[in-house]
C-alpha cells in the first residue's frame, strides 16, 4: 500500500486499457496501422521504485503483413517517464540508432504512456555479453565493449544529474553500514575500510566528466551478431568515465 508506483503498474497491466493507451500514445509505432496486444509480462518488480514490463504487440499497417514487436515499459516511483524517453531518444538521435554504421546501438524509444507514467522501448535481439565474454570469443568482444562505452564517453551527451566521488563514497559507506548492522563483529573493520577508501578517493584527480552509463557492467550489452546494444540507461548522469571502466570490471 506504501508503494506509490503500484497505481501506475496496476494499471499497465490492465489488457484493456493497455491496448487503448498504446493505440492512443505511440503513434510512432502504429504509423497509420493499429497496434494488438498480445500479451503482457512483469519482468522486473522492485517494491516502492520501479517496474519493467514486456509487451507483445502486433502491429497492423495497410498493404504490409502483421509484424510482431515486443516493447519493454519502465515505471519508476515519482517519475513521470518523461525523463526517461528523453535522455534515451537523445542517445539513439547521437549516432546510436539500430542503422549506426559503427554496430553500436541503444534501443529505439518508441514513447510515453502518460495514463501509467512510463515510457517504451523497443526490446532488441541477441543474448546478454555475460556468457559470451568466458567463451572463446571473450577476448575480441571485450574490445568491441571497450569501444562501445568509449563512444558514449565521446558523444559527451547533455544531462541535468552529477554523480562526483563524494556520492561514491556516500553509497559505499551506506553499503558498509548495512553490512556492519548484520555483521557487528566487522565493525572496526569496515571503519578501517572506509578511511581508506576515502583516502584513495581523495587522491584521485577530479576531472570535467562526461556522460556516463554509471551502472555499466556485462548484462548491460546485448549482443546481436555484429550489432552491440547498450541497454538500461536509467542511471546516466555527468561523472568520470572512468567509473563505467571500473563497474564493468569489477
Given at each position: 500500500a506504501a508503494d506509490s508506483a503500484l497505481?501506475?503498474?496496476a494499471a499497465?497491466?490492465?489488457?484493456?486499457?493497455?491496448?487503448?493507451?498504446?493505440?492512443r500514445r505511440l503513434p510512432r509505432l502504429s504509423g497509420d496501422g493499429r497496434l494488438k496486444l498480445k500479451a503482457i509480462r512483469v519482468v522486473r518488480y522492485k517494491a516502492g521504485k520501479r517496474c519493467v514490463m514486456e509487451y507483445d504487440v502486433e502491429v497492423r499497417r495497410p498493404g504490409e503483413v502483421d509484424h510482431p514487436v515486443t516493447l519493454i515499459g519502465k515505471v519508476r516511483a515519482r517519475r513521470s517517464g518523461n525523463e526517461g524517453f528523453r535522455q534515451l531518444e537523445?542517445?539513439?538521435?547521437?549516432?546510436?540508432?539500430?542503422?549506426?554504421?559503427?554496430?553500436?546501438?541503444?534501443?529505439?524509444?518508441?514513447g510515453v504512456i502518460s495514463e501509467f507514467k512510463m515510457w517504451c522501448q523497443r526490446k532488441v535481439?541477441?543474448?546478454?555479453?555475460?556468457?559470451?565474454?568466458?567463451?572463446?570469443?571473450g577476448v575480441t568482444l571485450a574490445r568491441r565493449i571497450a569501444?562501445?562505452?568509449?563512444?558514449?564517453?565521446?558523444?559527451?551527451?547533455?544531462?541535468?544529474?552529477?554523480?562526483?566521488?563524494?556520492?561514491?563514497?556516500?553509497?559505499?559507506?551506506e553499503c558498509f553500514n548495512k553490512v556492519a548492522a548484520q555483521r557487528p563483529e566487522w565493525v572496526?573493520?569496515?571503519?578501517?575500510?572506509?578511511v581508506a577508501c576515502e583516502k584513495l578517493g581523495a587522491s584521485v584527480p577530479s576531472?570535467?566528466?562526461?556522460?556516463?552509463?554509471?551502472?555499466?557492467?556485462?548484462?548491460?550489452?546485448?549482443?546481436?551478431?555484429?550489432?552491440?546494444?547498450?541497454?538500461?540507461?536509467?542511471?546516466?548522469?555527468?561523472?568520470?568515465?572512468?567509473?563505467?571502466?571500473?563497474?564493468?570490471?569489477?
Amino acid at each position: 500500500a506504501a508503494d506509490s508506483a503500484l497505481p501506475m503498474v496496476a494499471a499497465a497491466l490492465d489488457p484493456a486499457l493497455a491496448a487503448s493507451e498504446f493505440k492512443r500514445r505511440l503513434p510512432r509505432l502504429s504509423g497509420d496501422g493499429r497496434l494488438k496486444l498480445k500479451a503482457i509480462r512483469v519482468v522486473r518488480y522492485k517494491a516502492g521504485k520501479r517496474c519493467v514490463m514486456e509487451y507483445d504487440v502486433e502491429v497492423r499497417r495497410p498493404g504490409e503483413v502483421d509484424h510482431p514487436v515486443t516493447l519493454i515499459g519502465k515505471v519508476r516511483a515519482r517519475r513521470s517517464g518523461n525523463e526517461g524517453f528523453r535522455q534515451l531518444e537523445t542517445i539513439w538521435n547521437a549516432g546510436f540508432d539500430a542503422q549506426s554504421a559503427d554496430g553500436i546501438s541503444v534501443p529505439e524509444p518508441v514513447g510515453v504512456i502518460s495514463e501509467f507514467k512510463m515510457w517504451c522501448q523497443r526490446k532488441v535481439p541477441g543474448e546478454t555479453a555475460t556468457k559470451l565474454l568466458a567463451g572463446p570469443e571473450g577476448v575480441t568482444l571485450a574490445r568491441r565493449i571497450a569501444e562501445a562505452i568509449h563512444k558514449l564517453h565521446r558523444a559527451n551527451l547533455p544531462t541535468e544529474r552529477a554523480h562526483t566521488m563524494a556520492d561514491e563514497l556516500r553509497i559505499l559507506r551506506e553499503c558498509f553500514n548495512k553490512v556492519a548492522a548484520q555483521r557487528p563483529e566487522w565493525v572496526g573493520r569496515l571503519a578501517r575500510l572506509m578511511v581508506a577508501c576515502e583516502k584513495l578517493g581523495a587522491s584521485v584527480p577530479s576531472t570535467n566528466g562526461c556522460g556516463i552509463h554509471r551502472d555499466f557492467y556485462s548484462s548491460q550489452v546485448i549482443v546481436d551478431g555484429a550489432r552491440l546494444w547498450l541497454i538500461d540507461f536509467d542511471l546516466f548522469c555527468l561523472g568520470d568515465p572512468g567509473l563505467d571502466v571500473g563497474n564493468f570490471l569489477g
